[in-house]
């Protein structure tokens, strides 16, 4: 646009542009009645012959021009007067903002996995401390806790005991399946850095979100605790075995940060369904007499 042209309120094109000098499209600019948008749209439809006043309306129903308006970026020019605007602009914008910080998130939880990822093969960093990982992943493993779960059972002789263990049957039964059918349903690969040598896995394994290890040992922890008339130092050393193993799953190179965090989080909701379906033999007296006719 040349400079010496005079706009329709007759101030010069030029005083506009140097008032501010941020870009002119961006969403700092502001939605002020003077944004270059208008005075572009308006000295080229005059140029064309079009009506001043339509092609105003025009300029504001651009996507650009309503970018430029932003309530945000005009709540901090001095001219704040910002036009209302459509429901759908709002729809429009939240995702991206929403994007930025979900994309942020993940590449930080990337970048930490792989930093802490330090048992991830034998030649690693902390390679030679791999055998006690997976010696945790083994602690931590669906096979020993339903297997152990099931021998208890059978040595049980108490109905509070077998209620109490008959619970963590479900609960393990549950965990598994709620694991199963959100690995399924994300389908986030493990981490590049990750050997694939687990012990028993089942296909869905091959997906990393969320971690099974850290669901079950949130859950079975909040069982343990919630269950078991334990000594204080036991009640700790629950507690940090959970944690450790958490924490091994990202040192192993098996999961990102963000699966741990979520398998906890999901474990620890997990107890707060079996607690609210107990099964007892008042609720569940099948259960219970074919289990004592065995
Ligand atoms: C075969 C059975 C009964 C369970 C599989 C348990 C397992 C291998 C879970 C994967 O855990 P991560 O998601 O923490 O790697």
Redesign the pocket.
Known sequence: MASPRRSVEGRPLGASVSSNTSNPGSPAHGGGSSSRFEFQSLLSSRAAGVDPTSARLRASESPVHRRGSFPVAAAGSSQASPPSLPEEDRIDLNPSFLGIALRSLLAIDLWLSKKLGVCAGESSSWGSVRPLMKLLEISG???TW?LGTLYCLCRSDSWAGREVLMNLLFALLLD?LV?ALIKGLVRRPRPAHNQMD?F???SV?KY?FP????TRASLVSRFILKHLVLAIPLRVLVVLWAFILGLS?VMLG??NVTDVAFGFFLGYMQYSIVDYCWLSPHNAPVLFILWNQQ
């Open positions: 493993h669906g096979i339903l598994l694991v687990m028993v896995t089942l394994d990393s971690s099974g290890h850290a799953r098996r999961h």
